[in-house]
């Protein structure tokens, strides 16, 4: 068996694509990347990293930013959630855009069931009791992080979505939960772990081959995926190395 140090530097073949989409939500075009700002404090986050992470289907349906999360969780930075609704929502969505046969996009979730036993809180409809003020159309996400904080009393749990306008924050701080963009959550992981997340962003040109990218820069990948506070974060550490 692996000790803890050796799993933390291998990533697993069940996160090097095994589904090749002839398109993916994460190339729409059109998002400009922000300039880059030495020693700008806004560029980190403040607080630790939460425990939980409730990645809703937006996030999941980009394969760079999948394979980047998950790599992440296996390096036990944190937990994964999901719950059966957004596994339907995702197969259904990603059978559809990427032009891939239900069959595999079954066996791609599967895969993920298997990596990650304990994400699926399952049903979760009675967690959506008492929610009004985010999109109803997402309450099924707030649910599966209520059912989260239900079986681990204690720990911190946020939601993952590039769809913050849907999230009343305040309402998600009255049930306990904390919301992130996948850029502000990955400058939390890059501040605990920034020689690992460097590490497995240097998959990345494999995964973008995989799903029909010509090869770039890792920067244009990561404006690409608006991940742009990171980054600046990241240029700004080489700048003060250089």
């Not at 289907?57 to 059966?84: G, Y």
Request: include cysteine; charge should be negative; glycine fraction near 4%.
């Amino acid at each position: 068996m692996q000790s803890k140090d050796e799993r933390r530097w291998t990533v697993s073949s069940r996160y090097n694509p095994i589904l090749t989409p002839s398109n993916d939500l994460s190339m729409t075009p059109g998002f400009s990347s922000l300039p880059t700002q030495a020693n700008d404090p806004s560029i980190r986050p403040d607080g630790p990293l939460p425990h939980y992470a409730v990645i809703d289907t937006c996030v999941l349906m980009s394969t760079i930013l999948k394979n980047l999360l998950l790599r992440l969780a296996q390096n036990n930075l944190f937990e994964p959630v999901w719950a059966d609704y957004i596994g339907e929502e995702w197969r259904r969505n990603a059978s559809r855009v990427w032009e891939v046969s239900e069959e595999d996009i079954a066996a791609e979730w599967q895969a993920m069931q298997d990596a990650f036993p304990h994400a699926n809180m399952g049903v979760v409809n009675q967690f959506e009791t008492g929610l009004s003020r985010s999109d109803p159309k997402d309450w099924h996400v707030i649910a599966a992080g209520r059912a989260a904080l239900s079986l681990y009393p204690g720990r911190s749990v946020c939601i993952l979505t590039r769809n913050l306008r849907d999230f009343n924050r305040s309402e998600l701080r009255q049930f306990g939960l904390s919301l992130y963009s996948p850029d502000e959550f990955l400058v939390k992981c890059y501040e605990a772990e920034p020689d690992l997340l460097m590490q497995l962003l240097t998959l990345i040109p494999s995964d973008a081959a995989a799903i029909g990218r010509p090869a770039e820069p890792l920067e244009a990948v990561l404006r690409r995926e608006r991940l742009f506070r990171l980054n600046n974060l990241i240029l700004q550490d080489a700048n003060a190395a250089a």
